[in-house]
Nanobody
């Protein structure tokens, strides 16, 4: 079982990036999938998640700018990031959690058992 996050890079403030998370050995439709990020010197934080049924959650810091989506046919999950800010600079990780996970638990990394390797996003001011 493996997750592969990709799509990171260097972008100017105000720009956009789309991150992708691909899976091998598991089917995203059976899991909750979350995006987390960790900035230098800071703790890892939850950014967004999508439940098995399709319900989505967003951190207040990115609400209205980022959109999580999935393509079950391609077994992929995406994070569209628009109007990016310098403070969005971080390594972004995708991870899976049990499909039955309740909404309030999606914020906790504790419940996520499979993690991708991370993709670096750098926003220049």
């Amino acid at each position: 079982v493996q997750l592969q996050a990709s799509g990171g890079g260097l972008v100017q403030a105000g720009g956009s990036l789309r991150l992708s998370c691909a899976a091998s050995g598991l089917t995203f439709g059976n899991y909750a999938v979350g995006w987390f990020r960790q900035a230098p010197g800071k703790e890892r934080e939850s950014v967004s998640a999508i439940r098995r049924g399709g319900t989505t959650t967003y951190a207040n810091s990115i609400k209205g700018r980022f959109t999580i989506s999935r393509d079950l046919a391609k077994n992929a999950v995406y994070l569209q990031m628009n109007a990016m800010k310098f403070e969005d600079t971080a390594v972004y990780y995708c991870a899976t959690a049990p499909g039955s996970l309740i909404l309030s638990a999606l914020w906790s990394a504790t419940y996520y058992s499979v993690w991708g390797q991370g993709t670096l996003v750098t926003v220049s001011s």
